[in-house]
């Protein structure tokens, strides 16, 4: 019995280390989906602000701004797809963590279940010896 609660208590202790894993990842993918955001709204906003600003009237620098603000969207609409992208692996990394969770805490419940049951065992092993003890004492005591 006891190998067997050394056994859990490692099976325990995997459970609990890939939860910590993968609370670590969780938190990566957020940080990471919040870095590609930040980006966006950067982007965003100088558009905005290029957009807004005046230019000559020079058919040549009108004609670069135009292409500038396209590029600018284009890096929009890639940064986009970026943020896209890091929502579909926060949701992941948390589909993973909630599932992880749920196995390290049915493991933890599990091991400690044996274990109470070992200490039970154990106590009324313990009983039982002090019992027959008791018995042989008083046996001892009675034949004098």
Known sequence: MKRKLQTLRQWAQLQQLKFDQARQSEVAARA?????????VQLQEYHQEYALRPGRCNTLTLNNNQLFRERLQQAIDHQHGVVGE?????HSAQAELHANYRKHK?????????????????????????DEMAQQSYARYQEK
Do not use: N, P, V
Not at 32 to 40: C, F, I
């Open 32 to 40: 990471q989906l919040e870095q590609a955001r930040g980006t966006l």
């Open 86 to 90: 890091k929502e579909i692996a926060h």
């Open 106 to 130: 049915s493991a933890a419940e599990f091991y400690a279940r044996q274990q109470r049951i070992w200490r039970q065992f154990c106590d009324r092993q313990e009983l039982k010896q002090l």
